[in-house]
C-alpha cells in the first residue's frame, strides 16, 4: 500500500482479491428520480471538489484517488452494486504494466484509478477532447495523461509508443481503451493491437480486464450524461499478467476471449436476475 492514501474511504479496493458491495437502501428521491439524484450529487460533490483543486495546482494522486472512491460510492449508494474480480494481479507485475480493457460508459475512466493508483502509479491513453473539456479538463491534463488525436491512426500509434515509453520507464502504468469508441457489446474487429505493441516495445506485462459499467449508459446528445440504472451491477476483473511472445497474436487472442466471455456471463446473468425483479 502506497503512503499518501489517508483515511479509510480512500482504502475502499485494498480488499485483496476481490471486493463485492454491501446491501445499500436507497431514499425515496433516489428511487424517484435516479439519474437526477446521481448527477446533482456527482456535480455537487467529486467533480466539483476535484475540478476546484485541479484549477489551484493540487489535483494529485491522493486527490485522484479520493474522487474515484467517491464516485464509486455514488453508484453503490444509487443502488449499483460493484463487484471486483482478480485485483492481486495488479501486484502480482511488481513493477509498471499495461492495463487493457474494453470500453463501456464513461464510469471506468472515474472508478479505474481508485482500484489501481492506490497500488501503483498509473495515468490513461486518452482522446484530446477530454483533455480540453470545460472543468474536467484540468483534472486529465493533472494525471499526464497520453492524447490522441483520434484523425491520424499512425500519428496516434506513434504518440502512445513514445509516450508509453517514456512514462513506463518512469514507472508509470497505463490504461488502454484499443476500441474505436465506447460500446455495450465486444466486437473483436474493432479492437486494436496498440496495448500489444507497446507492452512488447517496452517489455512490460500486460493485464486483461474485462469490465461491464452499462449501469452508467451514453447520452443521446451528451454522450457521459447518460441514464443510471439502479439495480444494474457494476463489474470488473482483472486477468493474470500476460507476458508478449513474439508478435503477441496468441496473447491479443487471450485479451479478447478474456473480455468476451466475461461479458457474455455478465449479460446472461444480469438479464436473469433483472427479470427475477
Not at 452508467?216 to 441514464?227: D, F, M, R
Not at 463489474?235 to 487471450?254: D, L, W
Request: with cysteine.
Amino acid at each position: 500500500m502506497h503512503p499518501f492514501i489517508e483515511g479509510e474511504f480512500a482504502k475502499k479496493f485494498l480488499t485483496g482479491d476481490t471486493y463485492a458491495s454491501q446491501e445499500t437502501r436507497t431514499g425515496f428521491f433516489t428511487r424517484l428520480m435516479p439519474s437526477l439524484s446521481f448527477y446533482s450529487r456527482l456535480f455537487g460533490g467529486p467533480l466539483r471538489w476535484l475540478c476546484a483543486r485541479a484549477a489551484k495546482g493540487k489535483c494529485d494522486d491522493s486527490a485522484w484517488v479520493h474522487a474515484s472512491v467517491w464516485v464509486s460510492d455514488l453508484m453503490e449508494r444509487i443502488g449499483c452494486p460493484i463487484e471486483v474480480q482478480g485485483m492481486n494481479a495488479i501486484e502480482e507485475v511488481g513493477g509498471p504494466c499495461l492495463f487493457v480493457a474494453n470500453h463501456m460508459s464513461t464510469l471506468e475512466t472515474f472508478m479505474l484509478p481508485g482500484m489501481i493508483r492506490p497500488r501503483m502509479p498509473v495515468t490513461f491513453v486518452v482522446k484530446k477532447s477530454l483533455t480540453t473539456m470545460p472543468l474536467f479538463g484540468p483534472v486529465m491534463r493533472s494525471r499526464d495523461p497520453i492524447v490522441l488525436g483520434r484523425s491520424n491512426p499512425r500519428e496516434d500509434l506513434a504518440a502512445v509508443l513514445e509516450g508509453g515509453l517514456e512514462r513506463l520507464n518512469k514507472g508509470i502504468s497505463i490504461i488502454v481503451f484499443p476500441q474505436s469508441t465506447r460500446a455495450l457489446n465486444f466486437d473483436q474487429r474493432h479492437f486494436n493491437t496498440i496495448g500489444i505493441k507497446l507492452a512488447r516495445k517496452a517489455g512490460v506485462p500486460l493485464i486483461p480486464l474485462a469490465l461491464k459499467t452499462d449501469a452508467w449508459g451514453q447520452g443521446q446528445k451528451i454522450k457521459e450524461l447518460g441514464p443510471v440504472k439502479p439495480g444494474m451491477p457494476v463489474r470488473y476483473c482483472f486477468a493474470s499478467p500476460v507476458h508478449i511472445q513474439g508478435q503477441g497474436k496468441e496473447e491479443h487472442a487471450a485479451i479478447c476471449r478474456h473480455i468476451a466471455e466475461h461479458l457474455e456471463n455478465w449479460q446472461r446473468l444480469d438479464g436473469i436476475n433483472a427479470r427475477a425483479v
